[in-house]
Every structure is written in C-alpha cells, then in structure tokens.
C-alpha cells in the first residue's frame, strides 16, 4: 500500500513541499525496518501530519496520530521531498 512512497522518504530529517508549503520531515524506523514513525509540520504554520506505519507477517497497518488516514496518505503521495 503504502510502503513505496514511505520508502522514498528518507530516514532522519528532511524537507518537503506539500500543498505549495514547506514541511519538516522526520522520519524514524524501528524493529529492523518493520515499524515506521513520520512526523511532518509546517514550517511557517500550524498544520502537521503525524503516523505510525507497521509491517506484519501478513498485513501492513497504517496508523495515523490524531487524524484522518486520508491526509496521511495524501500527504505521503504528494509531499515533493527537496
């Protein structure tokens, strides 16, 4: 699902473009690759995105903070990394 584009963010800090404004990005990965942990904020705002990504044997399970999944993943599909 989601993987690929959680992938093409690299781990540490960074910076992107989501929506014509910059974020901060931080990414951690835990758990030899298997769990991830994303926050984002707006640097000139107040906006934010904030998840938690898990691999299973079975299933991959998104779990975003406080939000709904769909700004999580509209923001991990379109966010521009710089």
Same mark, same amino acid.
């Given at each position: 699902?989601?993987? =690929?584009? /959680?992938?093409?963010?690299?781990?540490? %800090?960074?910076?992107?473009? %989501?929506?014509? =404004?910059?974020?901060?990005? $931080?990414?951690?990965? #835990?758990?030899? !690759?298997?769990?991830?942990?994303?926050?984002?904020?707006? @640097?000139? !705002?107040? &906006?934010?995105?904030? @998840? +938690? %990504? %898990?691999? $299973?044997? =079975?299933?991959?399970?998104?779990?975003?903070?406080?939000?709904?999944?769909?700004?999580? /993943? &509209? #923001?991990?599909? +379109?966010?521009? @990394? @710089?």
């Amino acid at each position: 699902m989601l993987l =690929t584009w /959680i992938q093409k963010i690299p781990e540490g %800090y960074s910076e992107g473009i %989501y929506n014509n =404004t910059k974020y901060s990005i $931080t990414k951690e990965i #835990f758990n030899h !690759g298997k769990s991830f942990k994303i926050y984002a904020k707006e @640097l000139q !705002g107040k &906006d934010f995105i904030s @998840l +938690n %990504y %898990y691999l $299973t044997s =079975t299933s991959e399970l998104l779990k975003p903070c406080e939000m709904p999944e769909q700004k999580v /993943i &509209d #923001f991990i599909k +379109n966010v521009h @990394l @710089l």
